[in-house]
């Protein structure tokens, strides 16, 4: 017999979430004031795809930064992915590797909960854990 399962959500309602936990924290925490969404993602029209390509929208940026400087990094940048049956690809695994060359804490989270535990942890232990 199998059990009802509640439905997952989409990555976009987990982001929304995120951003209204982001809001309701920022009291404590006013750096989260900084945090943006990138929006490289979503399905577009062939011509307009081809102009944002050429304003440089590029494939597999992550899709959240905190600009905020903590122990050895720069700032965070957060793929996000929905809690269970997000996948990520080759490019956005490219871009998460070469942000952490470049001295970015850069990290994959599936599901609000676990980006909001990462960037508590980035704000309050300068993101030297993990």
């Not at 987990?14 to 979503?42: D, I, R």
Request: hydrophobic content about 35%; charged content about 20%.
């Amino acid at each position: 017999m199998q059990k009802n399962k509640m439905p997952v959500p989409t990555e976009a309602q987990e982001q929304m979430t995120l951003f209204s936990w982001a809001a309701m924290q920022s009291g404590k925490y006013p750096e989260l004031n900084l945090l943006y969404h990138v929006p490289n993602g979503g399905s577009r029209h062939k011509a307009e795809a081809g102009r944002l390509r050429a304003e440089g929208v590029k494939a597999g940026v992550p899709d959240l930064c905190l600009p905020v400087a903590r122990g050895q990094y720069h700032g965070l940048y957060i793929e996000l992915k929905r809690q269970r049956g997000g996948r990520t690809s080759d490019h956005q695994s490219e871009w998460l590797d070469a942000l952490s060359a470049q001295g970015y804490k850069a990290a994959l989270c599936y599901g609000w909960e676990q980006a909001a535990g990462t960037i508590i942890e980035y704000l309050t232990g300068g993101g030297t854990h993990g």
